[in-house]
């Protein structure tokens, strides 16, 4: 199998409380990410709870967490993304929905957080995807952008992006200077083909829960098998295994 020669794939795993976040750390997760499936696609879990994982997972795991499925509206989303950022995660995620205005949205994010707090725009494979919105998040002083899906239809990424449009997204990550990640309903025989992209980020939830339902609770075994897929760091404990924010050649 030939993997990229640009850096290790972090396992993002999205988790719904802090005893799911105790067993996506424990199992290797690279990092942990709150989310609730329940609440949509990027549905945002109540402040508390992200506080809590924040504060029982050790300080090198990162703790990403999304803010809801959202139009972007330059207001509210930043109203949003600064109550998120307020519970101490690391990342703040914002996916960038159909509607509203784009641009907007993500200058006034890079006005107003930006500066402060790691941002991860989330844009959709199964939405008419405007590359040029990941140069204008480069400019912004976004940390990263993903590629997921809106719809969790038993459909993944790949069936809605071919690999060449994947790999294209992530040269224009990397041009703009954002972390790459790559996310949606992705599959365990699926990390493969993935890992030859060469993405900084591979992002799951149901494949690693019980009967493959991103609804139903994580399954250690399921994650171990993800987590066995990617390569792991030499030394997870250390201050190499945080997210990188910044790409190397």
Known sequence: MTTTKHRLVRLLA???SEAEARVAAAHGADI????DPAAG??????????????KALPAHVPVSATIGDL?????????????????GCDIVKIGIFPGGDARATIDALGCDLAPSTPLVAVLLADAPLDLGLVSALGEAGFAGVMLDTATKDGRTLLDHRTPAELSAFIAEARAAGLMAGLAGSLRLAQVPVLLTLGPD???????LCRAADRRAALDATALAAVRRAIPQPKNPAGPSAGLELETTP
Do not use: N
């Open 32 to 35: 942990v990410d709150c989310k």
């Open 71 to 87: 139009a972007p509206e330059p207001s509210p989303v930043v109203e949003a993304a600064r109550a998120m950022a307020a519970t």
């Open 41 to 54: 696609a990027l549905g945002a879990l109540p402040h508390e709870v992200v506080a809590a994982v924040r």
């Open 14 to 16: 999205s988790v719904t």
């Open 201 to 207: 980020v591979l992002g799951f939830r149901g494949a």
